[in-house]
């Protein structure tokens, strides 16, 4: 059974770093796009960073500079480096991995964890 375990939120003051980890299982994180995205209350989900199997990365804009995403492939994880974290960072950080098995796509979510950013 495919699974995407994430780890490493927290609660941390402005300007500090956190680095968030997503681990899978019956899921190849190498020949997959791994995203991560976050959800703040009221607010929509939206994607923070995506590496794909190529290794192309790409974050959104209020997070280019202070975000890194890289792959360990012999460990099949994920991490999201956070650094200069601001209050508005504060959200449900989300895993993400897609991609095409047997000519069929898949999508799975990790159970989110929460990083709340203090002023």
């Known amino acids: 059974q495919a699974q995407l375990v994430e780890s490493g939120g927290g609660l941390v003051q402005a300007g500090g770093s956190l680095r968030l980890s997503c681990a899978g299982s019956g899921i190849s994180i190498i020949t997959s796009v791994m995203g991560w995205y976050r959800q703040a209350p009221g607010k929509a989900r939206e994607l923070v960073a995506a590496?794909?199997?190529?290794?192309?990365?790409n974050f959104a804009d209020s997070v280019k500079g202070r975000f890194t995403i890289s792959r360990d492939n012999a460990k099949n994880t994920v991490y999201l480096q956070m650094n200069s974290l601001k209050p508005e960072d504060t959200a449900v950080y989300y895993c993400?991995?897609?991609?095409?098995?047997?000519?069929?796509?898949?999508?799975?979510w990790g159970q989110g964890t929460q990083v709340t950013v203090s002023s």
């Open positions: 993400n991995a897609g991609g095409t098995r047997l000519g069929r796509p898949y999508d799975y």
């Open positions: 590496i794909t199997s190529g290794g192309r990365t």
